[in-house]
């Protein structure tokens, strides 16, 4: 398959972002396409079980597509942060709306804080992908975990 596949990890911040945009029923929209939609496709989709040989494993330590795939999910994340404070600072926020956006800012925080930051925190030699790691960790309440875990 693609390499392309990997810009999945982009799907949930836009479904965050979709949902502070929206009120009522719709604001739950990101969570319920998350953790209703995407479950309920993966028993759909065939299972793709193939795992890179010794020989692609090193091509793709060299790609740079994997690592930008990362380095850009740093920024996007401080951006889903920024609008999930902005749009919870309104003082007419309806608390079901309210409720909807606390839900899908943790998932975001789980998903793309602390597994985008593992993933980054694994480039021990990087110094960039390094400090980015720590800092996804960090907001995520989770910035010891590239010292403890590496």
Sequence with gaps: MSKL??????????FALISFNCTGF???????????LV???ENFIPTN???FNKEENKLAKKDWFYDWIL???????LYVIYVFLVTIA???LEIVDLI???????????????????????????????LAAKLALAISGYGHFVIEHN
């Design 49 to 51: 079980s193939y795992n």
């Design 90 to 92: 309104n003082p007419s």
């Design 71 to 77: 380095y850009l999910l740093v920024p996007l994340h």
């Design 26 to 36: 719709f604001a739950y929209s990101g969570v319920i396409l998350l953790y209703v």
């Design 39 to 41: 479950p309920v496709l």
């Design 5 to 14: 596949k990997y810009l999945g990890t982009y799907i949930s911040p836009i």
């Design 100 to 130: 909807a956006y606390l839900i899908i800012m943790g998932t975001i925080l789980g998903i793309n804080g602390i597994n985008g930051g593992h993933e980054l925190g694994h480039k021990m030699k990087d110094k960039g992908q390094q």
